[in-house]
């Protein structure tokens, strides 16, 4: 067997770890960027734990048949990148967003993606990216939790200084 043979085989091996690992995974245009945009697009995508690259679509292909996933072969086409985010399911689609929208970019182009195995269209990866993070949705459950105590306490606090009053 050629090395080249068993160099694709390991780069379809860690494509097939990437999928099994993300909540989400969006496909991407990226023809056009500057080499400034593609540097600042990746730290921001390493801050948030979101790991962006440029695959050869013929390998993701392959990876996404040896885990029998469809619906989105007709997107690997063209130069494309690909961001996997494992936090949750809105890690990656928020920050191709916001990044496209802050930079006022053309160039990037949300083509389509996956939550878990599920193809998602590009109006679906936008409406994850609306959707709020799962920490965004704890944090305001706790908000909802904490206010009617809060508000308790404070009715408390004004119950007994009218009766130190009296």
Sequence with gaps: MSSNLEAKKL??????EKLKNAESMVVVSYSGL???QVT???????ESDVHYCVLKNRLVL????ELNIEGIDNL???PNAFVFGNKDVTSAPKIISSFIE???LTSLEIKGGLM???????AAVKELAATPSREELLATMVGCLVSPV?????????????????
Excluded: F, Y
């Design 116 to 122: 878990g195995t599920e193809a998602m269209d590009v």
């Design 76 to 78: 690997l086409e063209g």
């Design 34 to 36: 500057t080499v400034e």
């Design 102 to 104: 802050k930079n006022k």
């Design 11 to 16: 780069v379809v091996a860690d494509i097939v």
């Design 40 to 46: 600042a697009l990746r730290k921001q995508c390493r």
């Design 62 to 65: 392959r990876a996404l048949k």
């Design 150 to 166: 809060s508000a308790l306490v404070s009715v408390l606090e004004q119950i007994a200084e009218k009766k130190e009053a009296a």
